[in-house]
């Protein structure tokens, strides 16, 4: 008998990364200088100087493990937030928190609810455990939440909501989300995936929640976005005692790095880095939208650090674009193979982002 594989990986969906740039330079024989990455929503101002320098300090102490229960980052961020460290679980990158998710609650019999163009990695992890994905259809690309909470059955154990959600940048209304707090059964997790709530000016406030210790309620957040540390992969989970200790045990003892520990907690005091990505990031997707406007391109409006605009044919678009040393996002993956979705960069980022997409659409820029 050949060696079997998990059957759960027979029909497993692949994630697909934005292209390092410096595969592409070597792909398209350009200097890695000349290439731009708009592709995987980082922040195109770097990481905080704060935290560089608090891991620079940190590099001579490399030979030891890190502290497997990063009781200082858990401290600072639960001082933060206004909840307890016993309500906060780390991962090494919120993608991790996700498996926590399967680990804790997925199994051969269990729906999860999901909505179309959801986060790739959700479909991905719910798989992995055997679980049934139940996906919602969209509304204008948005998730369509009473109908979500329809679709909730007797097995479903966990309902995935990213609010603003990746890759369509839409954010459901705050009357939406009231209902989905106050409707999802208590036999549901709801996951509230905030990845990008440190660019929202005004939101739903879900902390709240977790100082109750609503025993069904997690909301996700990650370092790899605003704080632009994506390289170092930090994400964490909020939620009730009762449910971190849980994952606690599904998460292997020095899941974070110790460079990441340093900079966190340092990134964590630089609101003045923060303010000026949001800044550009709000001046970049004015920017954008106002020139797809003019440019009569279809665009989704984004409250997140990325833009969907509809090209036609968007593998070809993409592959153009990088011809010319800019590396956005294709869409086919998420079933919207005529859209691309483009990372807010750098003014003359996306000034070059734009001319070369109009060279590649064959329009006038002005
Ligand atoms: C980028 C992103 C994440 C976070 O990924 P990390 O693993 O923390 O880097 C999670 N959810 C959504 C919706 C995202 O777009």
Not at 41 to 64: I, T, V
Not at 95 to 106: K, Q, R, S, T, Y
Not at 223 to 250: C, M, N, Q, T
Request: proline residues 7%; aromatic residues 8%.
């Amino acid at each position: 008998m050949p060696l079997q594989f998990n059957p759960a990986l027979k029909d497993m969906p692949v994630y697909q990364p934005g292209r390092p740039i410096e595969e592409v330079a070597r792909e398209v024989g350009l200097p890695a200088t000349d290439i731009i990455k708009l592709a995987s929503n980082e922040n195109p101002l770097g990481p905080s100087p704060l935290a560089l320098a608090a891991m620079s300090r940190a590099l001579n102490l490399l030979h030891l493990y890190p502290d497997g229960n990063a009781f200082y980052l858990k401290s600072k961020l639960a001082e933060k937030l206004g909840l307890e460290p016993a309500n906060i679980i780390l991962g090494n990158g919120s993608n991790e928190i996700i498996e926590f998710v399967g680990h804790a609650l997925m199994a051969q019999g269990i729906d999860v609810v999901v909505s179309d163009y959801c986060f790739a990695v959700y479909p991905i992890v719910t798989k992995l455990f055997g679980s049934n994905m139940i996906s919602v259809p969209a509304l204008e690309l948005g998730h369509d939440i009473p109908a979500m909470l329809r679709a909730i059955t007797p097995q479903t154990k966990v309902m995935f909501v990213a609010n603003p959600n990746n890759p369509t940048g839409t954010l459901a209304s705050r009357e939406h989300i009231v209902q989905l707090i106050n409707e999802v059964p208590d036999h549901v997790m709801l996951v509230m995936d905030e990845a990008y709530i440190e660019f929202l000016s005004d939101t739903v406030d879900l902390l709240p929640f977790v100082r109750q210790a609503r025993p069904n309620l997690l909301l996700m957040r990650t370092f790899s976005k605003i704080y632009g540390l994506a390289g170092l992969r930090l994400g964490y989970g909020l939620g009730s005692p009762d449910l971190i200790a849980a994952f606690e045990k599904v998460r292997q003892p020095f899941n974070i790095n110790a460079l990441i520990q340093a900079g966190a907690l340092a990134a964590l005091d630089d609101d003045t880095h923060l303010r000026k990505t949001r800044e550009n990031n709000s001046a970049g997707l004015h920017y954008f939208e106002s020139a797809f406007r003019r440019l009569r391109l279809n665009y989704v409006p984004s409250s997140a650090n990325f833009i969907l605009v509809e090209v036609g044919d968007g593998a070809r678009v993409f592959s153009q674009l990088q011809k010319l040393g800019i590396i956005t996002r294709p869409m086919a993956g998420y079933r919207l193979p005529e859209w691309l979705r483009i990372s807010i960069g750098t003014p003359n980022e996306n000034a070059r982002c734009l001319d070369a997409l109009c060279s590649v659409l064959g329009m006038e820029t002005k």
